[in-house]
């Protein structure tokens, strides 16, 4: 039989000269010529279209971009002999067998799909298992080729992707079975139990067969001699991953080897024998780079940008010079389905990375966000972070936040607190911590000003939005309700900042209540000495009508205090307080780093669940209105309506919003998020 061969690597170099052998005749192709050196009874070719114009074409390329390169985007399918029967031996992408299948079909070409099981000390052997799919007339013209290569075929089906599915299935199996064999006997030694006995004895016993062996002695003596690369084996993996989620299955196993797998390549071992990630440390705190986030977490697929929220220019001494630009990063998923972004106010002294991952490592609330389906906007604050600082123009700073301060905030000697991320002890994670910190401005009242101009402003680019807050962060959602009243989807406020009329001492008084900056009463009052003196019960804030706030207490906390005089003092002003109160919801020794502690992701639940509720379940189509301004605006979509005759746009006859039918997802969302080119914001009104 005539054969034509594209892709020469190691296991081509394995099954060519058992074809030659046959009494086949051979010709060859592959991009680096090279490679065919060697091999006796091989013509090389000048072309891989030169390889369709004889009976069989096998193609055994590497990968996805190698088949999409060689054979689609050179046209060298249409130049094939129309009775040539091609042989796809190379583990692949579902979706790209789907397509190679339907192009083979508009052309009249037979495909078999073929991958096989075997290193190639196997094939040289003969000894492969061949997994086969295609038309039976078509597998059977080449039944003899492989009766040459393998020991069985395996018929799998008429459709090529059949075989190209229990491929990736059976090599994901194997990895599974090379971490299992790595955390088991990781397990065994921790308690004195040489791995070499250990791995003999299930691999003789439970797990009696050849790839437990095989791969059991390379971890035994830790020798990885390539049989199947560490790359290629990572890049099967990927196929099983992203092959599951076009079906919407997860694969939580296969997450966790693709991470090791990742960790390994990071390491330099992707030449090596794909079980050679299970040489890659088990111990949380092992000194080993490859086990770094950058190298060891799943990916994900967002987009990303940042930009900066302008301040005004002053003037000094005949110069001008901005003051207090605030720096905003956002990301989106890559299908966003929450109608609502999501705006992150650091608290404190600290910047927006409080938000982006924790202490030890893990993603953070940012990260939880993107996932949910929202797109997230986190700023560092003016004069915070990466937004710009200098005295001369906002003003003088406040003390620095000391190692002694952070203790007795977030993890006091003595205290309750069991949740933190690190061990009490532990200085140079201590010192990792300390290092986001800087000063306040001096000036509370004008920080916080500046605070809510800024963020209006975001509000005004970005459209309604969800506010969540940390700590001295507090102050400034209450702000930006009161500046940005419509555009205030609800405020999620982690132990903010308090008592009602507190004083922090070194940082500042709350002289308006909840805040040290002037906020709008109804009736008004001129100064914080009004505040002060008037009864209570007639502190309303118009702009706090049915505003849903979520405040959320750790147990251990001394923030958490605060919230008995904060939750009535909201209530009064018109807001509709959730107090989440951590212990009275079972979750137990949280302090005030609780966005960033070891049961933070069970606490962004908690969260999640309340929006859920509020702006979207059992609430969605309930139109809040706001008598000041004569508004309302619904809670489940991002519709404003105007209280007059008629309403406008018209409500429904329930009188609740129109979302209600159709759901509300399919109500674009006001002011919604815009890319160039997948990627940047254009940039709003007035932003240039």
Known sequence: MNIGFIGVGSMGRAIIPRLVRAGHRVAAWNRSPQTLEGLEGVVELASPAAAFQVDVVISLLADDRAVEDVLLAAGVLEAADGRCTHVLMSTLSPRLVERLQARHAELGLALVAA??????????????????????????????????LGKKTWRLGEQPVQACIAKIAGNLMITQAIESLAEASALARCHGLEAAAFIELMTQTLFACPSYQRYGQNIVHEQYEPGFKLALGLKDVNLALAAAADQGLSLPAASVVRSRMSAAMAGGLGDRDWSAFASVPLQPGAADPRRAPWYSAAPTTSRRGHFWVTGPRVAQAGRHFQKGPMFVAWEAPEHITQPYPVVLVHGGTLQGTEWLDTPDGRPGWAQRFVEAGHVVFCVDRPGHGRSPYHSQIMGPMGPAFSYERAREVYFPEGGQETQWPFAADDEAAFDAFIAAYGPMPADLAASQTLDADRLAQLLDRIGKAIIVTHSASGPDGWLLADRRPERVAAIVTVEPMGPVF???????????????????????????????????????????????????????????????????????????????????????????????????????????????????????????????????????????????????????????????????????????????????????????
């Open 115 to 148: 991958p096989v099981f075997g290193v190639p000390a196997v094939a040289a052997r003969g000894e492969l298992n061949i997994l086969a799919a295609g038309a039976e007339a078509a597998i059977a013209r080449v039944q003899p080729l492989f009766d040459v």
């Open 502 to 688: 507190g004083e922090t001492p070194g940082i500042g008084a709350l002289d308006w209540g909840l805040t040290a900056a002037p906020i709008t009463f109804d009736p008004p009052r001129a100064t914080a000495d009004e505040v002060r003196a008037a009864d209570p019960a007639t502190l309303r804030v118009p702009a706090f009508e049915g505003l849903p706030v979520a405040l959320l207490t750790g147990e251990t906390s001394v923030f958490a205090s605060f919230a008995s005089s904060i939750v009535p003092f909201l209530r009064t002003a018109g807001a509709r307080v959730d107090h989440l109160d951590l212990p009275a919801l079972g979750i137990h020794g949280n302090g005030h780093g609780l966005i960033y502690e070891r049961n933070c992701d069970d606490i962004f639940k908690v969260v999640s669940r309340w929006l859920d509720e509020v702006l979207v379940g059992g609430r969605m189509g309930q139109v809040r209105w706001n008598a000041a301004f004569g508004t309302g605006s619904c809670l489940g979509c991002t519709i404003t309506y105007l209280k007059a005759e008629p309403i406008n746009p018209p409500i429904s006859a329930t009188g609740a919003c129109v979302c209600e039918s159709p759901p509300y997802r399919d109500h674009p969302p006001e002011h919604s998020l815009q890319r160039r080119d997948g990627r940047t914001p254009v940039p709003g009104p007035g932003q240039g």
